[in-house]
Protein backbone atom coordinates (compact mmCIF):
# COMPACT_ATOMS: atom_id res chain seq x y z
CA UNK A 1 0.00 0.00 0.00
CA UNK A 2 1.30 3.32 -1.18
CA UNK A 3 1.74 6.29 1.64
CA UNK A 4 1.56 8.97 -0.55
CA UNK A 5 -0.64 9.75 -3.75
CA UNK A 6 1.79 10.49 -7.09
CA UNK A 7 0.79 13.74 -9.04
CA UNK A 8 1.71 14.24 -12.62
CA UNK A 9 3.00 17.96 -13.03
CA UNK A 10 2.86 19.14 -16.62
CA UNK A 11 6.32 20.70 -18.18
CA UNK A 12 6.83 22.79 -20.96
CA UNK A 13 9.04 21.36 -24.10
CA UNK A 14 12.08 24.27 -25.00
CA UNK A 15 15.50 24.86 -25.78
CA UNK A 16 18.36 24.64 -22.99
CA UNK A 17 21.69 25.37 -24.86
CA UNK A 18 21.20 22.91 -28.29
CA UNK A 19 19.13 20.51 -26.13
CA UNK A 20 15.30 20.25 -26.60
CA UNK A 21 14.30 19.74 -22.99
CA UNK A 22 11.34 19.46 -20.98
CA UNK A 23 10.90 21.20 -17.85
CA UNK A 24 8.36 23.17 -14.84
CA UNK A 25 8.93 25.66 -12.55
CA UNK A 26 10.24 23.77 -8.68
CA UNK A 27 7.59 25.94 -6.91
CA UNK A 28 5.20 23.88 -8.08
CA UNK A 29 6.57 20.55 -7.61
CA UNK A 30 7.35 22.57 -3.94
CA UNK A 31 3.61 22.90 -3.78
CA UNK A 32 2.75 19.51 -4.60
CA UNK A 33 5.28 17.94 -2.16
CA UNK A 34 5.06 19.90 0.54
CA UNK A 35 1.60 21.41 -0.05
CA UNK A 36 0.01 18.41 -1.06
CA UNK A 37 1.88 15.92 0.72
CA UNK A 38 2.16 14.01 -2.51
CA UNK A 39 5.02 12.76 -4.65
CA UNK A 40 5.59 14.91 -7.70
CA UNK A 41 6.18 13.34 -11.48
CA UNK A 42 7.22 15.47 -14.24
CA UNK A 43 4.82 14.91 -18.08
CA UNK A 44 6.83 15.49 -20.43
CA UNK A 45 4.87 17.08 -23.36
CA UNK A 46 5.36 14.12 -25.84
CA UNK A 47 1.71 14.47 -27.49
CA UNK A 48 0.82 11.48 -28.54
CA UNK A 49 3.94 9.51 -28.16
CA UNK A 50 2.45 8.78 -24.59
CA UNK A 51 -0.81 8.16 -24.32
CA UNK A 52 -3.38 9.47 -22.01
CA UNK A 53 -4.87 6.40 -20.85
CA UNK A 54 -1.33 5.46 -19.75
CA UNK A 55 -0.40 8.45 -18.01
CA UNK A 56 -3.93 8.58 -16.00
CA UNK A 57 -3.67 4.82 -14.99
CA UNK A 58 0.15 6.11 -13.12
CA UNK A 59 -1.21 9.08 -11.80
CA UNK A 60 -3.47 9.79 -8.95
CA UNK A 61 -3.48 13.80 -10.09
CA UNK A 62 -2.56 15.84 -12.40
CA UNK A 63 -1.10 19.54 -11.94
CA UNK A 64 -1.41 21.90 -15.03
CA UNK A 65 1.14 24.77 -14.56
CA UNK A 66 1.59 28.11 -15.70
CA UNK A 67 4.01 28.90 -18.42
CA UNK A 68 5.76 31.53 -20.30
CA UNK A 69 4.19 30.58 -23.61
CA UNK A 70 0.52 30.77 -24.82
CA UNK A 71 -1.99 28.57 -26.04
CA UNK A 72 -1.81 28.03 -29.68
CA UNK A 73 -5.00 30.49 -30.82
CA UNK A 74 -5.74 28.05 -33.64
CA UNK A 75 -6.77 26.12 -30.53
CA UNK A 76 -10.24 28.26 -29.90
CA UNK A 77 -10.68 29.57 -32.77
CA UNK A 78 -8.58 32.67 -32.14
CA UNK A 79 -7.16 35.11 -34.39
CA UNK A 80 -3.43 34.93 -35.34
CA UNK A 81 -1.09 35.84 -32.35
CA UNK A 82 0.83 39.11 -32.51
CA UNK A 83 4.53 38.49 -33.72
CA UNK A 84 7.41 37.30 -31.25
CA UNK A 85 4.20 35.24 -29.19
CA UNK A 86 5.88 32.57 -27.70
CA UNK A 87 3.69 29.32 -28.40
CA UNK A 88 4.28 25.61 -27.16
CA UNK A 89 2.75 23.10 -30.13
CA UNK A 90 3.55 20.13 -28.08
CA UNK A 91 2.51 21.16 -24.61
CA UNK A 92 -0.90 22.05 -26.59
CA UNK A 93 -0.56 18.58 -27.47
CA UNK A 94 -0.47 16.82 -24.65
CA UNK A 95 -1.78 19.02 -22.14
CA UNK A 96 -5.25 19.49 -24.26
CA UNK A 97 -6.39 15.98 -24.41
CA UNK A 98 -5.19 15.10 -21.15
CA UNK A 99 -7.10 17.78 -18.99
CA UNK A 100 -10.16 16.47 -20.63
CA UNK A 101 -9.34 12.92 -20.62
CA UNK A 102 -8.19 13.60 -16.67
CA UNK A 103 -11.39 15.26 -15.90
CA UNK A 104 -13.55 12.44 -18.04
CA UNK A 105 -12.02 9.60 -16.03
CA UNK A 106 -12.28 11.25 -12.41
CA UNK A 107 -8.55 11.99 -11.93
CA UNK A 108 -8.36 15.45 -9.87
CA UNK A 109 -7.02 17.90 -11.42
CA UNK A 110 -5.29 21.69 -10.33
CA UNK A 111 -5.12 23.79 -13.42
CA UNK A 112 -2.78 27.42 -12.76
CA UNK A 113 -2.23 29.91 -14.69
CA UNK A 114 -1.75 29.07 -18.20
CA UNK A 115 -3.48 25.47 -17.12
CA UNK A 116 -6.42 27.88 -16.18
CA UNK A 117 -6.40 28.90 -19.29
CA UNK A 118 -6.20 25.38 -21.37
CA UNK A 119 -9.21 23.92 -18.58
CA UNK A 120 -11.51 26.89 -20.62
CA UNK A 121 -10.46 25.85 -23.93
CA UNK A 122 -11.13 21.80 -23.57
CA UNK A 123 -14.58 23.03 -22.50
CA UNK A 124 -15.11 25.33 -25.68
CA UNK A 125 -14.36 28.32 -24.59
CA UNK A 126 -12.00 31.27 -25.57
CA UNK A 127 -9.22 33.39 -24.97
CA UNK A 128 -8.23 37.36 -24.70
CA UNK A 129 -5.12 37.42 -26.18
CA UNK A 130 -3.62 40.71 -24.49
CA UNK A 131 -6.01 41.43 -21.56
CA UNK A 132 -4.30 44.88 -20.80
CA UNK A 133 -5.67 46.05 -24.98
CA UNK A 134 -9.23 44.61 -23.97
CA UNK A 135 -11.76 47.51 -23.28
CA UNK A 136 -12.82 47.60 -20.07
CA UNK A 137 -9.91 44.81 -18.27
CA UNK A 138 -7.43 46.18 -16.53
CA UNK A 139 -3.77 45.40 -16.92
CA UNK A 140 -2.64 41.99 -15.19
CA UNK A 141 0.53 41.72 -15.94
CA UNK A 142 3.45 41.90 -13.52
CA UNK A 143 6.82 44.24 -14.18
CA UNK A 144 9.58 42.19 -14.94
CA UNK A 145 11.94 44.19 -13.51
CA UNK A 146 10.44 43.80 -9.68
CA UNK A 147 12.05 40.93 -7.66
CA UNK A 148 10.25 37.98 -7.34
CA UNK A 149 8.72 38.66 -4.17
CA UNK A 150 7.32 42.21 -5.33
CA UNK A 151 5.92 40.40 -9.06
CA UNK A 152 3.78 37.53 -6.55
CA UNK A 153 2.50 39.75 -4.16
CA UNK A 154 -1.26 40.18 -3.50
CA UNK A 155 -1.70 42.64 -6.29
CA UNK A 156 -5.23 43.00 -6.07
CA UNK A 157 -8.82 41.56 -4.89
CA UNK A 158 -11.37 38.85 -5.72
CA UNK A 159 -14.52 37.86 -5.23
CA UNK A 160 -15.58 34.31 -4.69
CA UNK A 161 -19.03 33.15 -5.57
CA UNK A 162 -21.39 32.31 -2.79
CA UNK A 163 -21.59 28.62 -2.23
CA UNK A 164 -18.73 27.69 -4.46
CA UNK A 165 -15.67 25.68 -3.94
CA UNK A 166 -13.39 28.11 -2.99
CA UNK A 167 -15.29 30.43 -0.78
CA UNK A 168 -15.61 26.85 0.88
CA UNK A 169 -12.10 26.78 0.69
CA UNK A 170 -11.86 30.04 2.44
CA UNK A 171 -13.74 29.57 5.48
CA UNK A 172 -16.77 31.24 3.65
CA UNK A 173 -15.28 34.19 3.18
CA UNK A 174 -16.25 36.92 0.63
CA UNK A 175 -13.02 37.98 -1.16
CA UNK A 176 -9.33 37.07 -0.91
CA UNK A 177 -6.22 38.96 -2.45
CA UNK A 178 -4.62 37.53 -5.17
CA UNK A 179 -0.91 37.76 -7.10
CA UNK A 180 -1.49 38.46 -10.56
CA UNK A 181 0.99 37.94 -13.58
CA UNK A 182 -0.60 37.20 -16.94
CA UNK A 183 -1.27 39.21 -20.19
CA UNK A 184 -4.17 36.24 -21.18
CA UNK A 185 -7.39 35.37 -19.57
CA UNK A 186 -10.80 34.22 -20.39
CA UNK A 187 -13.00 35.87 -22.86
CA UNK A 188 -16.16 33.62 -23.40
CA UNK A 189 -16.29 30.97 -20.39
CA UNK A 190 -16.31 27.59 -21.50
CA UNK A 191 -19.74 25.42 -21.59
CA UNK A 192 -19.23 23.19 -18.08
CA UNK A 193 -17.26 25.64 -16.28
CA UNK A 194 -18.79 27.30 -13.47
CA UNK A 195 -17.40 30.57 -12.37
CA UNK A 196 -15.64 30.78 -8.94
CA UNK A 197 -13.90 33.72 -8.74
CA UNK A 198 -13.92 37.26 -10.70
CA UNK A 199 -11.49 40.15 -10.45
CA UNK A 200 -12.86 44.00 -9.69
CA UNK A 201 -12.85 44.40 -13.53
CA UNK A 202 -14.85 41.16 -14.23
CA UNK A 203 -12.06 39.02 -15.43
CA UNK A 204 -13.09 35.76 -14.87
CA UNK A 205 -10.31 34.28 -11.90
CA UNK A 206 -11.08 30.59 -11.22
CA UNK A 207 -13.14 28.26 -12.44
CA UNK A 208 -14.18 24.93 -11.39
CA UNK A 209 -15.86 21.97 -13.38
CA UNK A 210 -19.63 21.88 -12.21
CA UNK A 211 -20.50 17.97 -12.90
CA UNK A 212 -16.68 16.43 -12.10
CA UNK A 213 -16.56 13.53 -10.37
CA UNK A 214 -13.30 14.77 -9.06
CA UNK A 215 -11.50 18.05 -7.44
CA UNK A 216 -11.08 20.18 -10.60
CA UNK A 217 -10.36 23.72 -10.06
CA UNK A 218 -8.76 26.05 -12.52
CA UNK A 219 -6.85 29.73 -11.00
CA UNK A 220 -5.71 32.42 -13.43
CA UNK A 221 -3.11 33.11 -10.26
CA UNK A 222 -0.18 31.88 -8.66
CA UNK A 223 -1.10 29.87 -5.52
CA UNK A 224 1.93 27.87 -5.73
CA UNK A 225 4.65 30.92 -4.61
CA UNK A 226 5.20 30.24 -0.62
CA UNK A 227 1.53 28.65 -0.98
CA UNK A 228 2.08 27.97 2.97
CA UNK A 229 2.02 31.99 3.68
CA UNK A 230 -1.19 31.86 2.40
CA UNK A 231 -4.32 30.84 4.28
CA UNK A 232 -6.82 30.02 0.89
CA UNK A 233 -3.17 29.10 -0.93
CA UNK A 234 -2.39 26.17 1.20
CA UNK A 235 -6.29 25.32 1.44
CA UNK A 236 -5.97 24.86 -2.25
CA UNK A 237 -3.13 22.09 -2.32
CA UNK A 238 -4.42 20.70 0.61
CA UNK A 239 -7.98 19.57 -1.02
CA UNK A 240 -6.21 18.88 -4.08
CA UNK A 241 -4.01 16.28 -1.81
CA UNK A 242 -6.75 15.02 0.07
CA UNK A 243 -8.49 14.28 -3.08
CA UNK A 244 -5.61 12.77 -4.96
CA UNK A 245 -5.38 10.74 -1.56
CA UNK A 246 -8.85 9.47 -2.57
CA UNK A 247 -8.17 8.32 -5.94
CA UNK A 248 -5.15 6.65 -4.44
CA UNK A 249 -6.91 4.67 -1.81
CA UNK A 250 -10.07 3.59 -4.07
CA UNK A 251 -7.68 2.77 -6.35
CA UNK A 252 -5.38 0.45 -4.02
CA UNK A 253 -8.27 -0.88 -2.45
CA UNK A 254 -10.12 -2.02 -6.11
CA UNK A 255 -12.84 0.27 -5.73
CA UNK A 256 -14.36 2.58 -7.73
CA UNK A 257 -13.13 6.14 -7.23
CA UNK A 258 -15.57 8.38 -4.87
CA UNK A 259 -17.53 11.11 -6.31
CA UNK A 260 -17.37 14.27 -4.74
CA UNK A 261 -19.46 17.97 -4.84
CA UNK A 262 -17.53 20.36 -6.67
CA UNK A 263 -21.00 23.24 -6.34
Given at each position: ???????????D??????????I????????????S?A?????P????????????????G?????????????????????????????RD?T?????R??????V???????????????????????????????D??????D?L???????????????????R????????????????????????????????????E?????????????????P?WK?????????????????????????????????????
Amino acid sequence: MRNKPLIGISADRTTIGSHPSHITGEKYITAIVDGSNALAMLLPALGERQSTQDVLAAVDGLLFTGSYSNVEPRRYGGEPAAPGTLHDAARDATTLPLLRAAIAAGVPVLAICRGFQEMNVVFGGTLHQSVHTTPGLNDHRENSHDSLDVQYAPSHSVSLAQGGLLQRLAHGAHEARVNSLHGQGIGRLGAGLTIEATAPDGLIEAVSVTHARAFALGVQWHPEWKHADDALCAAIFRAFGDACRDRMRARDDGRAVPAVTQN
